[in-house]
């Protein structure tokens, strides 16, 4: 007869490699036409709502390892919550206005800013940011992300214009819009003014320069210790040589001590803290210095521009530090926001702005007019050189703001921009802060010092394609008109026919005759200037939240990458603060950067980045949403072809013990859970250890998702897998698995067991894996209470509700530990060539004492457990357990491979053991 074939060996359909690259669309296909995610969201309609707010991700070329994360992670909750008693509506959006998308599609048509008609531009700019976003969605979607991709929120809808101009009317009607002129981040490249969230800093090299500025007038504080004026100089240091000519005045700090250098038969006044290494850079060995005065007593005193015929008088602000220069700042109102503020008090000194919007200067330049920023540089010191102003120069390298989106450096501007005044809010924003979540804890200071540092916000745009600024201006006298009636007509206007209608329809024919200027007049023009992108996400809170009828307000969660405390929390945050008086967010969390495998930032230049296309192709997308998963994203994340590798191995691991698993409540007749499945009495105790092992696993799974520990979750579930169960307990039951009679007890109630794992590991780990947990789900038989249709349309695993005893965990703990140092013993034979496979071997213990009563209690289990063919306890002296490992007695069962006395008492079957011939007979 042959045994093998009275065997329960394993048997299933489900593949041993995962091949998902090959398989993971089929399942996106059939996610698609069962239109999961609707049936996910009506599954759960009526259960507490969760709302996690997208930020939305720019519609601008491919997705990176980045968005790639960030979406990724947002999936992970959204699945989470949705199987755990929530309903999780999820609604991806995108941000579609702004420069980069205006500049990529004039080149995509062949032309220059301004030759071509606005409506013209726009409606291109339009087509591309279109045309991205469908680009970007299929590429979401291939990582597994669900969500209402059929209506998905663009800034570029004309509800949402609608929305953003009502929250503009609001913060002016509040008093918090004004107009002004103003030093802000300019691009000259881009021509237009820029937010402090679209600065980048880099390193720079640039010629720092030291002048000299002749005294006129010193209030007799020099003259009277006999000095003669004309060899005295006030010493300034810059390193934007190009914003000389718009020098207005120094500024001294007020408390610090200046004193009089001399050097040959001139005199400079600069920090007394500062003058060795201002004289070591000027290579001037041979000085000393005279007098001692604070920067108040040198207030007022007058110095002549070294370049034009005006004067530049000395002023004092708090601004000023010692860290470098001289202690006599350069103040060019028109080119620094602290310039800008210092001259405010001080009657006799304006604003001058020497340079255009292209980064030129102008013809109050003199004969600098025409340069732009690097000629000006060279021009101007050489000028200075020839008139004997220039004291020294030195090249270095330091930090200078780029444009985020050309990454040019910038210029500060002082151009008639609109601002939201943050100063006039800042005390609610920050209260704000305070009432929500954020993760990690430091963000709130991180968030907190932002705000309290702001108190300008520049919303105004020199572009095109964008949300306009929803102001008409007197034709009379200029005025600004912003009222409730205005901006309700400008908002149902956009709401039934977009912004395009700002540039395609007259004033007249919506905004209503009764809007009159307090000066009588009834005619206006309109702002062209558009708002700042920032300011278009920022209103997302109400423009989506207020607008879909599936979600709520406000967001249960913000969840995007560290940079955005500058960016969309703070917009976001500012702009609801004023429009619904807290915050749009309960809970904020951020995710690190992607570096490579050595911690370097990732660059196309460096060679170092990875597509996550690529990955996918190669791996599938469930590798990379494990790699997701296997870090403590809240810092950096790295990756590298080796670390791919790794989690490729991980992987395998989970699927193989789904394999093994499916393989024997497959095999035979199958198991029905309903009908196959034995009560919790019938269970072996080792059955039950193995559920403790998973009620264990549910709570430490479900708590690191509860609390956005992804890498707590899937190192759980990892390690569940290879160490509760492949090392243990599944290497345990394949006895009676394969060799007990396939519809006995014993073997229902390890396939009970087993199915018991298997549909609470594999929903534990579908937020994470969710192309490979969907396809376990569709090989695992299932229980009436079960949605065979997707995992996704049930809830995450409940507990067993088996209690156990303090003392059943002792002493399965026990034997745990026991199998730990047996396994090494057994190895060690094997070495010795004692023995081969471990049937091959019986255990004697020696032991005394309660170790002797304790390992004798549980001798009869003890065989089993250890996988060899007898265990014996044998009282000795020994304070310690000494397991002897010798060579099993009796005689080999040819169909369970156990050693044993009973072999051969049948006669029917002389070559089994009583268990299997039993079980043949």
């Excluded at 979607?141 to 969500?147: D, E, F």
């Excluded at 060995?285 to 001692?292: A, H, K, R």
């Amino acid at each position: 007869m042959d045994y093998n074939k009275t065997l329960n060996l394993p048997k299933t359909d489900f593949p041993m490699r995962g091949n998902l690259p090959k398989r993971e669309p089929e399942t996106l296909k059939k996610w698609e036409d069962d239109r999961l995610y609707y049936k996910m969201i009506e599954n759960n309609k009526g259960k507490p709502k969760y709302i996690l707010h997208d930020g939305p991700p720019y519609a601008n070329g491919q997705i990176h390892l980045g968005t790639a994360l960030n979406k990724t992670l947002k999936d992970f909750i959204i699945k989470q919550k949705n199987m755990s008693g929530y309903c999780a509506p999820y609604v991806p959006g995108w941000d579609t206005h702004g420069l980069p998308i205006e500049l990529k599609a004039m080149k995509d048509i062949g032309v220059e800013n301004g030759a071509i008609p606005p409506v013209e531009l726009r409606k291109h700019c339009k087509n591309f940011a279109l045309k991205h976003v469908n680009s970007q969605m299929e590429q979401f979607k291939r990582l597994g992300s669900l969500g209402d991709y059929d209506d998905p929120y663009l800034t570029l809808k004309p509800e949402y214009e609608a929305r953003q101009v009502e929250v503009f009317g609001k913060m002016a009607k509040d008093g918090y819009m004004y107009k002004g002129l103003k030093p802000v981040y300019w691009c000259p490249d881009c021509n237009t003014a820029l937010a402090e969230a679209e600065i980048e800093y880099a390193n720079d090299p640039c010629t720092s320069i030291y002048v000299k500025f002749n005294v006129t007038d010193d209030k007799g504080l020099f003259t009277g210790i006999g000095l003669d004026l004309s060899k005295i100089y006030f010493v300034i240091w810059t390193t934007t040589t190009w914003t000389i000519p718009g020098n207005l005045a120094i500024c001294l700090g007020p408390e610090y001590e200046y004193t009089l250098v001399k050097n040959g038969d001139e005199y400079y006044v600069m920090a007394a803290e500062l003058v060795r290494v201002t004289m070591e850079t000027a290579g001037i060995e041979d000085y000393t210095t005279v007098g001692s005065f604070t920067g108040a007593e040198l207030e007022h005193i007058k110095t002549k521009h070294p370049l034009y015929d005006r004067l530049s008088p000395v002023i004092v602000g708090d601004h000023v530090t010692l860290e470098s220069g001289t202690g006599c700042v350069h103040t060019a109102p028109g080119y620094g926001v602290e310039d800008f503020e210092v001259c405010k008090n001080y009657d006799d000194i304006g604003i001058l702005v020497c340079v255009d919007a292209k980064g030129k200067q102008t013809e109050e330049a003199g004969e600098f007019a025409g340069l732009d920023t690097n000629e000006a540089n060279k021009a101007i010191a050489a000028k200075l050189e020839e008139t004997g102003a220039l004291l020294a120069s030195q090249h270095i390298t330091h930090q200078y703001p780029h444009c985020w989106r050309c990454n040019s450096p910038i210029i500060y501007r002082a151009t008639e921009q609109w601002f939201c005044s943050v100063n006039g809010f800042k005390d609610e924003a920050v209260k704000a802060i305070e009432s929500v979540k954020w993760i990690p804890e430091w963000g709130e200071d991180r968030i907190k010092g932002m705000v309290r540092d702001r108190s300008d916000w520049c919303i105004s745009r020199q572009r095109t394609w964008g949300v306009p600024i929803p102001i008409i201006y007197c034709k009379d006298c200029g005025k600004p008109i912003v009222t409730d009636e205005t901006i309700k007509a400008i908002s149902d206007l956009f709401r039934k026919e977009g912004a395009d209608a700002w540039w395609t329809r007259e004033l007249s024919e919506f905004i209503p005759d009764t809007v009159k200027c307090e000066c009588g007049c009834g005619e206006f023009t309109k702002e062209y200037d558009i708002m700042d992108v920032w300011f278009d996400s920022g209103v997302s809170h109400t423009a989506v939240m207020d607008e879909y009828d599936s979600l709520t307000w406000p967001a249960d969660l913000y969840l995007e990458g560290a940079d955005q405390y500058r960016g969309w929390f703070q917009s976001s945050l500012l702009t609801s603060v004023v429009y619904k008086g807290t915050a749009p967010y309960k809970a904020v969390c951020t995710h690190g950067w992607v570096v490579d495998g050595q911690g370097k930032t990732m660059h196309k230049s460096l060679g170092n980045g990875i597509d996550p296309a690529e990955i996918v192709d190669q791996y599938g997308a469930d590798i990379l949403r494990l790699w997701v998963a296997s870090s403590d994203y809240h810092s950096d994340i790295r990756i590298s072809p080796e670390i791919l590798k790794q989690l490729s191995d991980a992987y395998k691991k989970i699927r193989n013990t789904a394999r093994f698993i499916l393989g024997n409540i497959s095999n035979g007749e199958g198991f029905d859970p309903d009908k196959d499945a034995v009560s919790d009495d019938e269970l072996l105790e080792i059955d039950k250890w193995a559920l403790m092992r998973l009620d264990s696993l549910i709570d430490r799974v479900q708590n690191g998702y509860n609390e956005f520990d992804f890498h707590i979750a899937f190192h759980s579930i990892h390690n569940f897998c290879v160490t509760d169960m492949s090392n243990f307990y599944l290497d345990i039951i394949k006895d009676r698995l394969y060799c007990e009679g396939e519809k006995s007890v014993k073997r229902r109630a390890a396939q009970t067991a087993m199915y018991r794992i298997l549909s609470g590991v594999a929903r534990l780990i579908a937020p994470i894996m969710s192309f490979t947990a969907e396809e376990i789900w569709s090989y695992l038989p299932h229980c009436n209470k079960d949605n065979a249709e997707s995992i996704f349309l049930n809830e995450m695993p409940e507990k067993s509700g088996i209690e156990f005893s303090d003392e059943f965990i002792g002493k399965w703990e026990f034997i745990y530990n026991t199998r730990e140092t047996v396994n090494k013993v057994l190895e060690e034979k094997r070495n010795e060539k004692v023995i081969g496979k471990s049937l091959e071997a019986n255990v004697i213990i020696h032991c005394c004492g309660d170790m002797y009563e304790k390992y004798n209690a549980i001798a009869d289990q003890l065989a089993e457990i250890l996988i060899v063919s007898g265990v014996s306890v044998v009282k000795a002296d020994n304070e310690s357990p000494q397991f002897e490992v010798v060579k099993a007695t009796g005689e080999k069962c040819e169909r369970c491979w156990v050693y044993s006395e009973t072999v051969g008492r049948c006669n029917e079957h002389p070559t089994l053991c009583d268990r299997c011939a039993g079980v043949v007979e």
